[in-house]
């Protein structure tokens, strides 16, 4: 196996699915996995109209995002190619639904031995939009070689759906192990321009949509405080609107909350995209990690931000959601009912005063975290690539 291509967003775009395949690539890189040449098929950027090389992979700027036209792909595939490999890490408001995307996958069956498709994202068929999903789904597995996912349930719902189990190869979503977890708080805090004051942080990071459940954390921190007269919390909420006007406005509101409930002392909200490093850095300060994801029956995924969390070793409080499924399996006394409140409150003022013996819980997550860490990860997938091109 010499070359591997990937179509994919990736960095500087804020996309969890870039940093997806940055993060493998860089360990599939860092450890020697993979020698061969790399070349990934990006989506374009105003400031980064021209190819170019990075510490992992050759970048071609190929498509716009949601717009569903791969002319310039395909001619950039074939200038390029042949590939042993061709990867495509997909999600649908990436690549939407349409015939001409699966007239896309068969037309890059004649530049590659293989073709192989991560479904970030698998939906159910009574999901409202995506009905008749099924069939989608079993005219992809029917042009690539192999569909991998990252959870049971993504697997046995394809499955459910017709789609063959000798098509399906389950790889966890990797975990980065966080460089920062020695550095003192002061230290931490000085870096990320936050004042910490001796309080106990809590951090929920990541892209501000209405899923994340942030007006139910902000209101379990009001508990906290006005309820439970627990002042001496922090609650830093960081990261940028996702989902355009809908998601603006959600934020709007949550702002709102904030400040009626007398909480702007105790709530800390860094509107701004984060950086990878700053969130680790944010991680690595949080004495627990907060995840009021809401319930979404029928769209099954995996979160990102949660394996940055788990490779931090800090507490997460979770919700009983597909997104956090693995963290449920593993810690289920630290999850709750999505949209409970008053539960999310208990909890946190439950690992405030049983901080040790919750750490001591936490011991079962490290065995998961090297398992799922990037290296581990990236070994799984150049053995698929390589079991396929035996085949």
Same mark, same amino acid.
């Not at 994919?8 to 690539?25: A, Q, V």
């Not at 995002?65 to 792909?73: K, L, R, S, T």
């Given at each position: ?48 109209? =021209? ?64 073709? %192989? ?26 042009? !690539? ?56 942080? /809590? !951090? ?22 006005? =309820?439970?007269?627990?002042?001496? $919390?922090?609650? !830093? ?13 959600? $934020? ?6 904030? %400040? ?28 627990? $990690? ?30 009983? !959601? ?12 630290? %999850? ?32 998961? %975290?090297?398992?799922?860490?990037? /290296? ?16």
């Amino acid at each position: 196996m010499n070359k591997i291509g990937y179509l994919s967003t990736y960095p500087p775009t804020e996309c969890g699915i870039g940093e997806y395949l940055y993060s493998l690539l860089r360990d599939m890189r860092d450890h020697n996995i993979f020698t061969g040449e790399v070349i990934v098929f990006s989506n374009k950027l105003s400031g980064l109209k =021209g190819s170019r090389r990075d510490i992992n992979a050759y970048i071609v700027p190929s498509f716009k995002w949601g717009v569903p036209e791969y002319d310039e792909v395909l001619k950039n595939v074939r200038k390029y190619g042949p590939f042993d490999i061709f990867h495509v890490q997909h999600e649908w408001n990436i690549f939407p639904r349409t015939q001409e995307f699966l007239d896309f996958l068969n037309e890059l069956r004649n530049y590659a031995r293989k073709l %192989v498709i991560t479904l970030h994202t698998v939906y159910h068929i009574l999901y409202r939009g995506f009905e008749g999903i099924d069939k989608y789904h079993r005219e992809i597995s029917n042009i !690539v070689d192999t569909i991998i996912v990252h959870s049971v349930l993504q697997e046995f719902e394809l499955r459910a759906q017709g789609v063959s189990p000798f098509k399906i190869h389950r790889i966890p979503h990797g975990t980065t192990i966080n460089p920062y977890i020695s550095e003192s708080k002061d230290v931490l805090a000085k870096k990320l321009g936050i004042n910490v004051n001796n309080r106990f942080i /809590i !951090v929920s990071p990541g892209f501000l949509r209405e899923d994340k459940g942030l007006d139910v954390l902000v209101k379990a921190i009001d508990y906290v405080v006005n =309820g439970k007269d627990r002042d001496n $919390v922090l609650l !830093v909420l960081s990261g940028v609107a996702q989902g355009g006007l809908p998601s603006l406005r959600y $934020v709007r509101k949550v702002h709102e909350y904030i %400040v009626s409930a007398g909480l702007t002392g105790n709530i800390l909200f860094m509107e701004k995209y984060v950086s990878r490093d700053n969130m680790l850095r944010l991680f690595a300060l949080a004495d627990v $990690v907060a995840m009021a994801y809401k319930l979404k029956e029928g769209k099954y995924s995996i979160s990102g931000i949660l394996h940055q969390a788990l490779g931090s070793f800090k507490p997460i409080i979770g919700t009983k !959601v597909s997104k956090l499924i693995e963290y449920y399996q593993l810690l289920p006394e630290l %999850v709750v009912k999505p949209g409970d409140y008053r539960r999310f409150g208990d909890k946190i003022i439950y690992v405030m005063d049983n901080y040790g013996k919750v750490l001591e819980m936490m011991s079962v997550v490290r065995e998961y %975290v090297k398992r799922t860490s990037w /290296i581990n990860v990236a070994r799984e997938h150049v053995r698929l690539y390589e079991k396929l091109l035996e085949g």
